[in-house]
């Protein structure tokens, strides 16, 4: 079965710092999906990604899938404490129409005023 | 814009109790998914539906049953609430598509005195 790790398992920044998130697959990807969980709350999706090399921007939240499709990460730029939250990323690993997705443990995101 | 909703936000049960999880999609999704989600051990699978009457299993199905009459709306039923089903409840659809997107509710949080 399709395993992901997502890194760091938590992060603490100062409000207008940048940072990256990173996740991790141990097969192929069909397809890599960011969402954000404001705690205790259900999951926001953010992107979406299928590609390789393929890289797309929400704001201040840039996603990318690497060439082997193995590896994405997401960066936000000048962050805010509206950035706060659990990042999880999401993966198809096979291209059919049930969609099941296997998720990473996801990142908790403090932003610091 | 999609809409996931889930009966309830707060639930609190004894052990053995019977429980019900509902959670309705207005988007005319094919799928729906029962996830529960735990410190440390990220989103898990209960159970998903591609159809009406149609389940099959996910990663952690022990414990639970799963209802889906309408395609609207698919139900969470722990037969014997227990303890260690305490958790976060969340329910998402999607319209069944090769990378389509899934769509996740605001989530119920449950607890099994």
């Known amino acids: 079965s399709q395993e992901l790790e997502q890194s760091p398992q938590s992060l603490i920044v100062q409000e207008g710092k940048n940072l990256t998130i990173n996740c991790t697959s141990s097969?192929?990807?069909?397809?890599l999906y960011w969402y954000k969980q404001k705690y205790g709350e259900g999951l926001i999706f953010l992107m979406m990604?299928?590609?390789?090399?393929e890289e797309k921007s929400h704001e201040k939240i840039t996603a990318k899938l690497d060439e082997k499709k193995q590896q994405s990460s997401l960066h936000i730029t000048a962050s805010q404490p509206s950035h706060a939250g659990i990042y999880l990323c999401g993966a198809d690993g096979s291209n059919n129409a049930g969609n099941m997705l296997t998720f990473g443990g996801g990142t908790r995101l403090m932003v610091k005023p | 814009d999609v809409k996931v909703t889930q009966s309830s936000r707060y639930l609190v049960k004894r052990t053995g109790e019977k429980v019900f999880l509902e959670c309705v999609q207005d988007m005319d999704h094919e799928n729906m998914f029962w996830y529960r989600q735990d410190p440390g051990l990220g989103l898990r699978l209960i159970y998903f539906s591609y159809d009406v009457k149609m389940k099959e299993k996910g990663d952690i199905p022990e414990g639970y049953s799963v209802s889906r009459e309408k395609k609207e709306r698919f139900s969470l039923i722990l037969e014997s609430a227990s303890t260690n089903q305490t958790s976060m409840y969340l329910c998402?659809?999607?319209?069944?598509?090769?990378?389509?997107?899934?769509?996740f509710g605001p989530g119920t949080r449950l607890t099994v005195l």
């Open positions: 990604l299928q590609k390789g090399g």
């Open positions: 998402a659809s999607s319209p069944g598509l090769a990378g389509s997107t899934q769509y």
């Open positions: 097969k192929t990807l069909y397809g």
